[in-house]
C-alpha cells in the first residue's frame, strides 16, 4: 500500500451517514447563530416575535422540506457498497445546489433588507437542517449499537425505519 492509499479519504456507508448528519446539523448551528448575532444587536423588545417566527417557519421546512431530502439521501446511501470517497454523502447535484444556497444566503446577508426579517428565515432554515441532521445521526447511532447497517431499496419504507 502506498502512501497516497493510505492517505485516501474514504469511508464505509456508515460513516457517510454520519459525516452527512454533522454536516446538516452544523451547517444549521451556524444559520442559527447568523440569526442569533443579528438579534442580538436588535434594539426592539418584541425581539422574541422574530425567534418564534423562526422556530414556526422551521417546522414545515424541517419536516416538508429537508426531512424528505435527508430519508431520501439515506436510502442512497444505504445502497453504497465498500468504502467510498468522504466526498459521495451527497449526490454531485447537491453540490451545485449548495453553492447557489450559499452564493444567495451572501447577497442576503450583504443585501439592504433588515437583518431582523433576515434572522426569521436563517432561524427557520437552520433549524431545519439542524433537526434533519439529527435524523442522520439517529440512524448511525442506532445502527452503530447493531454494528449492522442493511443495505435497503431507496425509499423502500424508510421512514418508518428512523422512528
Not at 67 to 82: C, E, H, P, Q
Request: contains cysteine.
Amino acid at each position: 500500500m502506498n502512501q497516497a492509499e493510505r492517505i485516501s479519504f474514504k469511508a464505509d456507508r456508515k460513516y457517510l451517514i454520519l459525516i452527512a448528519g454533522l454536516m446538516w446539523c452544523g451547517v444549521g448551528i451556524m444559520l442559527l447563530a447568523f440569526a442569533e448575532t443579528w438579534l442580538a444587536r436588535y434594539p426592539g423588545k418584541d425581539v422574541w416575535v422574530y425567534y418564534l417566527l423562526g422556530f414556526i417557519a422551521g417546522m414545515p421546512i424541517h419536516h416538508f422540506g429537508f426531512l424528505k431530502l435527508a430519508d431520501k439521501n439515506i436510502s442512497r446511501l444505504l445502497t453504497v457498497t465498500g468504502r467510498k470517497s468522504i466526498f459521495t454523502f451527497i449526490t454531485v447535484k447537491s453540490y451545485f445546489t449548495i453553492i447557489f444556497m450559499v452564493a444567495l444566503g451572501i447577497s442576503l446577508r450583504h443585501s439592504s433588507i433588515p437583518k431582523q426579517y433576515l434572522s426569521i428565515i436563517y432561524n427557520g432554515i437552520g433549524l431545519g437542517l439542524f433537526l434533519s441532521g439529527i435524523r442522520y445521526i439517529r440512524y448511525f447511532i442506532r445502527d452503530h449499537k447493531t454494528r449492522e447497517i442493511k443495505t435497503a431499496r431507496p425509499f423502500d419504507g424508510i421512514t418508518d425505519k428512523l422512528k
